[in-house]
C-alpha cells in the first residue's frame, strides 16, 4: 500500500501546546464547576439543577483523572500504553460480563477470557504481531471461548451464552486493543512512537461526546433513538460531530495528516464514536441498567467512559495503517 | 489492607438500604447480619465492606473443619477475619455453636452468620430454608439487631466447586432490621427472615 505522505510534520512542540491547553481547559472548567456548584447551592435552585451540576462536575474531575492516567502511560512510552489499555480492556470485560447473565458452565470459559485472552491479544500488539493480533480474537478466541463452554456439559441456552462472552471479548479485548496498536505503527514523521496519533484519536471522540452532550442540552430537540438513549438527540449529533470535525482539524499539527485529511478523518471517528455510545447503551438497556458500574465517579463505569472509542479504534487504525504508514514498514 | 483487596478483587459496593452503617449517636448495637450463601467469599466480603470501626468488633461465623485446614485458612479464620469457628458435624453440649454466639453478643460484638447452613448450589441464586439458630439469637438477644444482608454475584466470582476466582463485580445490600413479632412462631419467622433477604436484591436488576 502507498502511503499518502502529509505535508506537514507532526511536531513536538504542539503536542507540549496540546498538553498545556487540556490542562488550562479543564482548570478553567473546574473553577466554573465549583461557581456553578456553590450557585446551585446558596439559592433555593430545582433539585434538578442541582444534579445536573453535581453532575458537570463529578464529569469534569474524572476527566482530571483520564488525564493524569493518559500523562503517566506517556512517560512510561508504548510499554506503559499497552498496559493501561490492557487495564482498561480487563475493568470493561469485567462490567460487561457482570451485566451479561452466564450459568456455573460458563465460569471457566470467563477466567480464560480475563486470563489468557487479554494478555496475549495485548502481547501480540506489544510485540508488533498484526498479522497475529488482527485476527486472534475473531478466529482463535472465538474458537476457544466456544469449545471450551461445551467442556462442561451445559447446553443449557449455551448459543446465547457462548455469543455472549464472545462479544464482550470481541468489543472488550479486541476492539479496545486497536488503541494502543497505533503506537506500533511506523507512520511518517514519527519516529517509534506515534503518540500524537493515540492523543488525537482520545481526544476527538471523548471530546465529540462531551460536544455532542452540551449541543444537545442546548438545542437538543427532536430525539434519535428515544428507547436506547434517550439524551441523545440529532440536534447534538450534527452538532457535536460537526465541532468535533473542526476540533480534529485544527489539531492536526500532532497527527501525519493535513488538516482536510485529519477532517474527513475525525468526522468519521466522531460517527463511529457516536455509534459506539449508542450500541452499548444498548446493550445496557438489554441488561436493565443505566451505568455500567461506579468505577470512576460520575462516568458511570470503565465502559461508560470508553463506549465511543469501541468501534472508532479498530476503523482508525486501519485508516491509518493503509494510507499514512511508509511504505518501507508497512 | 486484606479487606481493601477483598473489595478490589470483588468491585464489591455495600448498599445500606433501611439501617445506617452507626446509628446517628455514634453507637451501635450487637448486630447479627444473616445473608444468603452463595461462596466461600461470603464472610470475607460482607467483613470487607464493613466500615472499619464495625469491622473490628464484628466476627464471621464459619465452619471449623473448613478453616482449620491448613497454616493460611488457620491464619486468617483467627487473626483476621476473626472468625468464630464453630463444629457442624459433632455438636456436643461443651461446643454448641449458640453458646458461642451469645457470648460474642454478650460482650457488645456483631456476628455474620449464614442461616442456609450451607452454600446454596443454584444457578438462579435460589436460597434453601433459613435453619433455627437465628430464631434462637432472636428469642435470647431481644436487644440485638438482625440485619439482613443480600449478596449478589458472588456465586459467579467464585462457585461452590472450584478454586478459580474471576473478577466479576460483586454487590452487597444491607437491609432494615427485622424482629420477631408478637406471636410469630419459628417456621413463620425464618420465612420472613429468608424473605427480607431475597427481597434486598438491587433494585436496578429488578
Known amino acids: ?330 | 489492607m486484606i479487606a481493601g483487596l477483598i473489595r478490589l478483587i470483588t468491585g464489591a459496593q455495600a448498599r445500606w438500604c433501611g439501617v445506617d452503617p452507626v446509628r446517628p449517636d455514634g453507637t451501635v448495637p450487637p448486630r447479627v447480619y444473616f445473608a444468603n450463601h452463595q461462596s466461600n467469599l461470603d464472610a470475607p466480603v460482607i467483613w470487607a465492606s464493613l466500615p472499619t470501626e464495625l469491622r473490628r468488633q464484628t466476627r464471621p461465623v464459619a465452619a471449623r473443619d473448613y478453616w482449620n485446614k491448613g497454616p493460611l485458612r488457620q491464619y486468617l479464620a483467627n487473626n483476621v477475619f476473626r472468625c468464630l469457628l464453630i463444629e457442624r458435624a459433632k455438636v456436643t453440649v461443651s461446643n454448641n455453636p449458640l453458646r458461642a454466639m451469645e457470648e460474642v453478643l454478650d460482650a457488645g460484638e456483631s456476628l455474620i452468620i449464614f442461616p442456609e447452613g450451607t452454600r446454596s448450589m443454584d444457578d438462579e441464586g435460589e436460597m434453601n430454608d433459613f435453619k433455627p439458630g437465628l430464631w434462637h439469637l432472636a428469642k435470647k438477644h431481644p436487644e440485638a439487631e438482625l440485619v439482613p444482608v443480600h449478596l449478589e454475584n458472588l456465586n459467579r466470582i467464585l462457585p461452590k466447586g472450584t478454586v478459580v476466582l474471576i473478577p466479576l463485580l460483586a454487590a452487597v445490600t444491607f437491609g432494615a432490621p427485622i424482629r420477631i413479632e408478637e406471636g410469630e412462631d419459628k417456621p413463620a419467622f425464618l420465612a420472613r427472615a429468608k424473605q427480607a433477604v431475597a427481597e434486598l436484591n438491587p433494585p436496578e436488576a429488578a
Open chain 1, 1 to 330: 500500500m502507498t502511503a499518502i505522505i502529509a505535508t506537514a510534520m507532526p511536531s513536538e512542540t504542539a503536542a507540549r501546546w496540546l498538553v498545556g491547553g487540556t490542562l488550562i481547559i479543564l482548570g478553567v472548567a473546574t473553577i466554573i464547576g465549583q461557581i456553578l456548584r456553590l450557585r446551585a447551592k446558596s439559592d433555593t435552585a430545582p433539585p434538578d439543577r442541582r444534579r445536573t451540576v453535581a453532575n458537570l462536575n463529578a464529569r469534569i474531575r474524572a476527566w482530571w483523572i483520564m488525564v493524569a492516567v493518559f500523562a503517566s502511560a506517556n512517560y512510561f512510552g508504548r510499554t506503559g500504553a499497552t498496559i493501561l489499555f490492557a487495564l482498561i480492556s480487563f475493568l470493561a470485560l469485567r462490567e460487561m460480563l457482570t451485566l451479561t447473565p452466564t450459568r456455573r458452565g460458563d465460569h471457566h470459559t470467563m477466567f480464560w477470557a480475563f486470563f489468557v485472552l487479554i494478555p496475549i491479544q495485548y502481547f501480540l500488539v506489544y510485540i508488533r504481531w498484526y498479522g497475529l493480533f488482527a485476527i486472534f480474537i475473531p478466529v482463535y478466541g472465538q474458537i476457544f471461548l466456544a469449545i471450551r463452554s461445551t467442556l462442561t456439559g451445559d447446553y443449557t441456552r449455551y448459543l446465547e451464552r457462548t455469543a455472549k462472552i464472545q462479544w464482550a471479548a470481541f468489543i472488550c479485548i479486541y476492539c479496545i486493543s486497536h488503541a494502543p496498536a497505533l503506537l506500533t505503527l511506523p507512520v511518517y514523521g514519527y519516529g517509534d512512537h506515534p503518540w500524537g496519533l493515540l492523543v488525537w484519536l482520545v481526544i476527538v471522540v471523548q471530546m465529540s461526546d462531551v460536544l455532542q452532550y452540551c449541543w444537545g442540552k442546548l438545542l437538543g430537540r427532536r430525539k434519535i433513538a428515544p428507547h436506547i438513549s434517550p439524551n441523545k438527540t440529532w440536534e447534538g449529533f450534527i452538532g457535536g460531530v460537526l465541532t468535533a470535525t473542526l476540533l480534529g482539524a485544527a489539531l492536526y499539527r500532532i497527527t501525519p495528516f493535513n488538516p482536510w485529511q485529519a477532517a474527513i478523518i475525525a468526522f468519521t471517528v466522531a460517527v463511529l464514536g457516536f455509534f459506539g455510545g449508542i450500541v452499548m447503551s444498548a446493550v445496557k438497556r438489554d441488561a436493565g441498567v443505566k451505568d455500567y458500574g461506579n468505577l470512576i465517579e460520575g462516568h458511570g463505569g470503565m465502559m461508560d467512559r470508553i463506549d465511543s472509542l469501541t468501534f472508532a479504534a479498530p476503523v482508525f487504525f486501519h485508516i491509518v495503517r493503509f494510507f499514512f504508514v511508509l511504505p518501507a514498514g508497512g
